[in-house]
Structure formats: structure tokens, C-alpha cells
């Protein structure tokens, strides 16, 4: 499995960003496929994740991010709109075999490289 998450950017608080996250070797509806992020001196939480069974999301995203995917592409996106500064973070998309939404950084298996998010205020 190879996961390779792109997107990340400079944006100004308010404005919008859409991660990809593109993956080789796994069957969506067989994984759970999750973004997780990590600020500075903090550690990785859970973002968002998608599985067969729907779309889940931290309570501080709720309302502003939308996780989907695209089969034909075997790309998950994650579409951030009213970016503020605490959103600030590497972002980093994982799977998980066990196909069931995992909250934390360990239970998931697979992880791509990370992507840099930076919103100013």
C-alpha cells in the first residue's frame, strides 16, 4: 500500500484548500482511509476519515471540511474551507485494513508522506 498526499499551501485565514490523497495497492471499500494533522509541538490527531460506512470528523472541522473519495481515481480528497490559523499543520492521509473509522495516529496502518498546510491570519 502507498499513500501520496499533495495539496498543501499558504492560505490566508477564510479561504480554502483541497487535499489529495492518492493510493496504490488497497481497495477503498476495503480500508478506512483517514487525515490526521500535526502542529508544531503537538501531537497527530485525527482530522477526518472515510469508510464503506460513511464520513466522520473532528468536532473542530465539522461544518468546514468534506471528506470524499473518488474511485475511479483510488483518490481521497479532503476539501478545507474557512481556514483559520489553528488549522495550521502537516496533514497526513492513512489506511487502515480494518475498513472502521480509527480516531487515533496508531491503530492506522499505512501512512503517506505529509503535506503542508499554513493559514495566516
Known amino acids: 500500500v502507498q499513500l501520496q498526499a499533495s495539496g498543501g499551501g499558504l492560505v490566508q485565514a477564510g479561504g480554502s484548500l483541497r487535499l489529495s490523497c492518492a493510493a496504490l495497492?488497497?481497495?477503498?471499500?476495503?480500508?478506512?482511509i483517514g487525515w490526521f494533522r500535526q502542529a508544531p509541538g503537538k501531537e497527530r490527531d485525527f482530522v477526518a476519515a472515510?469508510?464503506?460506512?460513511?464520513?466522520y470528523y473532528a468536532d473542530s472541522v465539522k461544518g468546514r471540511f468534506t471528506i470524499s473519495r473518488d474511485d475511479a481515481r483510488n483518490t481521497v480528497y479532503l476539501q478545507m474551507s474557512s481556514l483559520k490559523p489553528e488549522d495550521t499543520a502537516v496533514y497526513y492521509c492513512?489506511?487502515?485494513?480494518?475498513?472502521?473509522?480509527?480516531?487515533?495516529?496508531?491503530?492506522?496502518?499505512?501512512w503517506g508522506k505529509g503535506t503542508q498546510v499554513t493559514v495566516s491570519s
Open positions: 492513512a489506511a487502515d485494513s480494518k475498513a472502521k473509522v480509527q480516531y487515533q495516529d496508531y491503530d492506522m496502518e499505512y
Open positions: 472515510i469508510t464503506w460506512s460513511g464520513t
Open positions: 495497492g488497497l481497495t477503498f471499500d476495503d480500508y478506512a
